[in-house]
């Protein structure tokens, strides 16, 4: 969902041919690999924008959903000193991606990258401080039903953020509106983010809307 404004037509054509064959809803070879590399670098600002809805002690145990190409993990894992950091995708280009991205991390025993499915996450009740999913929500088998799973592993008092490039309003862009329908993208309203948090289990949830890029972060409490 990245923005494509500054791009010349070739360009843009390259880009839509990679996504098409390297599959945004679960990445899979070399297309998949030149896609995770690029998302990396797109998303940057909007989820470095997403995370700043944190508050880190430095001890958390932290989890990424859909871990993609491991920018996320790499960003978050400066905040952790004593903690530690896990992600899962269920794409295995995906996972071979994030842990070439954060080598050193593993190496050190800091962080653990797994593959493994939203749907049933492979973590005890309550086993993380912090958990974010970037531009991933979008693709889940049943997104309400999946939340439920994300507030069982978070501790009570933990943290969630969703964080997006879109969400449904009024005025997406034609080409947005094309991949929402082409890619069968789950893109619920704020009020409707609200509703699917709080009866997934979150005992808090609010929605930040940045103006300018109209990018999505729900954060919600346990």
């Not at 809803?25 to 590399?37: C, D, F, N, S, V």
């Not at 994300?150 to 997006?164: Q, S």
Request: aromatic share 10%; charged share 25%.
């Amino acid at each position: 969902m990245s923005n494509t404004t500054d791009m010349t037509a070739d360009q843009l054509a390259q880009q839509r041919k990679i996504t098409a064959e390297g599959n945004p809803a679960k990445p899979a070879g070399t297309a998949g690999e030149q896609m995770l590399a690029r998302m990396n670098k797109s998303h940057a600002e909007c989820t470095a924008w997403g995370r700043s809805f944190f508050h880190w002690r430095g001890d958390e145990n932290v989890l990424d959903i859909g871990c993609g190409g491991g920018a996320n993990l790499r960003n978050m894992s400066k905040k952790i000193h004593t903690g530690h950091l896990t992600g899962v995708d269920y794409s295995k280009t995906s996972v071979a991606a994030s842990k070439k991205t954060n080598a050193e991390a593993i190496a050190a025993g800091k962080m653990d990258i797994i593959e493994g499915s939203v749907e049933t996450l492979p973590f005890a009740d309550e086993s993380f401080d912090k958990i974010t999913t970037v531009e991933s929500f979008y693709f889940w088998p049943d997104p309400p039903e999946n939340l439920k799973e994300v507030a069982r592993v978070l501790k009570t008092g933990g943290t969630f953020l969703l964080i997006a490039e879109i969400y449904g309003h009024e005025g997406l862009p034609a080409e947005v509106q094309e991949n929402i329908q082409k890619y069968h993208l789950y893109n619920p309203t704020p009020e409707t983010f609200e509703k699917i948090f709080r009866a997934a289990g979150f005992t808090f949830a609010a929605v930040h809307i940045e103006k300018q890029h109209g990018w999505v972060c729900v954060e919600g409490h346990k």
